[in-house]
T-cell receptor, first 109, second 114 residues
Framework: KNEVEQSPQNLTAQEGEFITINCSYS?????LHWLQQHPGGGIVSLFM???GKKKHGRLIATINIQEKHSSLHITASHPRDSAVYIC???????????FGTGTSLTVIP | NAGVTQTPKFRVLKTGQSMTLLCAQD?????MYWYRQDPGMGLRLIHY???????AKGEVPDGYNVSRLKKQNFLLGLESAAPSQTSVYFC?????????????FGPGTRLTVT
């Protein structure tokens, strides 16, 4: 049983395309994270959100608490966006994190 | 600020050997975490700490021990390494309070047990 499911698992896009990565979860949460893991392995936190929508540059993250679903959008994708994007949720108790297995994105010039 | 650092970056062990992975953070974070990442699986929490002198088990604690003697350091020990512990280990830290949960990750330690 996986508390966090991401789709798609793999995604290839042409430079400039609009990209959407989805995350569904089955537990009650206090917050949700989107993380980026580059080919070298380093992990960076992109967003933490508990409601609504956040935007940072070309990245937009949304969450629907009632539907237990979040999306990460990348506008005008670029080869440097190629990475694994990981969704993680903080369970309502606050001390347990559940991670998705990640979406591997490749953006072709 | 260095952020979160991990030592060593790579290590190869023989079955039965022991080692300690060191995580250090200079952001005065209360929470620290050790994860392992295996192919096809999400990050899994091994142990975590909510403050100096405290530790707690995560999802996959067996075969590991931890200590947090100083706020800035979180050590992960393998007393008798097994091939199943071949993995990439990540340390992370986060604030307590308003920004609770936003985690800062170290660069990872790639461990191979033969």
């Amino acid at each position: 049983k996986n508390e966090v499911e991401q789709s798609p698992q793999n995604l290839t896009a042409q430079e400039g395309e609009f990209i959407t990565i989805n995350c569904s979860y089955s537990v009650g949460i206090s917050a949700l994270h989107w993380l980026q893991q580059h080919p070298g392995g380093g992990i960076v936190s992109l967003f933490m959100l508990s409601s609504g929508k956040k935007k940072h540059g070309r990245l937009i993250a949304t969450i629907n608490i009632q539907e237990k679903h979040s999306s990460l959008h990348i506008t005008a994708s670029h080869p440097r966006d190629s990475a694994v994007y990981i969704c993680a949720v903080i369970a309502g108790t606050g001390n347990q994190f559940y991670f998705g297995t990640g979406t591997s994105l490749t953006v072709i010039p | 600020n260095a952020g979160v650092t991990q030592t060593p970056k790579f290590r190869v062990l023989k079955t039965g050997q022991s080692m300690t992975l060191l995580c250090a953070q200079d952001m005065n974070h209360e929470y620290m975490y050790w994860y392992r990442q295996d192919p096809g699986m999400g990050l899994r929490l091994i142990h975590y700490s909510v403050g100096e002198g405290t530790t707690a088990k995560g999802e996959v604690p067996d075969g590991y021990n931890v200590s947090r003697l100083k706020k800035q350091n979180f050590l992960l020990g393998l007393e008798s390494a097994a091939p199943s512990q071949t993995s990439v280990y990540f340390c992370a830290s986060s604030y307590l309070g308003e920004r609770f949960g936003e985690q800062y990750f170290g660069p990872g330690t790639r461990l191979t047990v033969t």
